[in-house]
């Protein structure tokens, strides 16, 4: 009976000595680094989109959060996409990928845009019968695969390293968890609010964010429009109109606009809508730029694979 209570005594302390937020690794250990660098030419280059114009990066910009400006991204032939673009950083850590998480893993996700009508729209065929016109990559596939012919597989398998390697360690709130330094009162007070408002009940873990699908206007309805895929349009289920897969909130104060429809144009904006919709509640304007302050904290650095020779 004691050790019983002991032992419930002791899971609670450790529970509450645990923070709802992980940091992101410092290292890439796991990577192969020749073939993340093959994918860093491969998610840069326009080549692989039917009129050479479109590469993965023209809608995941590394100077934005790596992510898209624009409220919809155009694709080839400007063809105008249908829903805002997320970031492709530390989107390894996503539990599903896509709004609507159609998606299992990185893998299977770049199968999407590169043949997507209004983004890339290459076949596997067509993409591996140009890739295999150009003696340099030839060369790089060789060395790595050991095979005469690239395959679409291997270019999605690079791609997918690369994006393993997009993670953004560092940030002022990982040093934080890290017990490596302290932050701010104004970073400290923006995430107890963050944490007592309820925020954290979706927003958590090492993406602060990402690993569950949510209704955006649980509790003050939000406009729907069928046009953008979420939850519902896999399941047509009722209750999975406006469901989405929680965005990460990490770097989110580098890319705006915000929410899948871009409805919201800054971090305010998408504080403030979150309040009203997801909680219930009207959110002051102190509470919102507290809350700013903190997820600025989650700015990380910007990842070593970009800048590795
Ligand atoms: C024309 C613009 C465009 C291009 C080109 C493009 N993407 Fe995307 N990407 C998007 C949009 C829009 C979404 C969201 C689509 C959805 O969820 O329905 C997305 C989603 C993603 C996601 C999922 C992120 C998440 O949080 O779920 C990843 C990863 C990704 N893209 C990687 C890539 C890669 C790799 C390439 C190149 C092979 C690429 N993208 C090319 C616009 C683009
Ligand atoms: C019930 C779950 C839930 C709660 C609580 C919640 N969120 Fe969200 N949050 C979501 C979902 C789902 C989305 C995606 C909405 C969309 O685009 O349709 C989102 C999107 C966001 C975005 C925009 C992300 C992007 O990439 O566009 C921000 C910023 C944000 N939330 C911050 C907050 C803050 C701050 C709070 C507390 C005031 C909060 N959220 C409370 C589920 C929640």
Redesign the pocket.
């Known amino acids: 009976m004691y050790t019983q209570l002991f032992f419930i005594l002791f899971i609670t302390s450790t529970l509450f000595a645990l923070e709802p937020i992980a940091p992101l690794p410092t290292t890439l250990e796991h990577i192969d680094l020749d073939k993340a660098k093959l994918g860093r030419t491969l998610f840069f280059d326009p080549q692989l989109s039917s009129d050479g114009t479109i590469s993965c990066h023209s809608c995941h910009n590394f100077d934005n959060g790596g992510a898209d400006t624009r409220a919809v991204s155009l694709g080839v032939n400007n063809r105008e996409g249908s829903i805002?673009s997320?970031?492709v950083y530390n989107a390894v850590y996503n539990f599903k990928q896509f709004?609507n998480g159609r998606a299992a893993n990185l893998n299977e996700q770049a199968k999407g845009p590169l043949s997507d009508h209004a983004e890339m729209n290459m076949s596997p065929t067509e993409l591996e019968a140009r890739l295999n016109t150009n003696l340099s990559y030839k060369e790089v596939f060789k060395k790595i695969y050991h095979t005469k012919k690239i395959t679409s597989e291997q270019i999605i398998d690079a791609i997918t390293e690369f994006e393993k390697a997009l993670i953004t360690p560092n940030s002022r709130f990982d040093q934080y968890l890290r017990d490596e330094i302290a932050l701010t009162p104004e970073e400290k007070k923006g995430y107890e609010t963050?944490k007592s408002?309820?925020?954290i009940?979706?927003?958590n873990g090492i993406n602060v964010?990402a690993n569950s699908f949510?209704?955006?206007g649980?509790f003050r309805p939000?406009p729907y429009n069928a046009k953008y895929q979420d939850r519902y349009a896999l399941t047509q289920k009722e209750y999975h109109k406006?469901v989405?897969?929680?965005?990460?909130?990490r770097n989110?104060s580098l890319?705006a606009p915000?929410?899948?429809?871009a409805r919201?144009k800054t971090?305010n904006d998408?504080?403030e809508k979150?309040?009203y919709h997801?909680?219930g509640i009207d959110?002051t304007k102190q509470e919102v730029q507290s809350?700013v302050m903190f997820?600025k904290s989650l700015e990380g650095e910007r990842p070593k694979i970009l800048d590795v020779p």
């Not at 989405?244 to 909130?249: A, D, E, G, M, N």
């Open positions: 805002q997320p970031t709004w963050f408002l309820g925020c009940t979706c927003h964010g949510q209704k955006i649980l939000y406006n989405f897969k929680v965005p990460t909130l989110i890319s915000y929410f899948h429809d919201a971090l998408a504080i979150m309040a997801n909680l959110i809350i997820l």
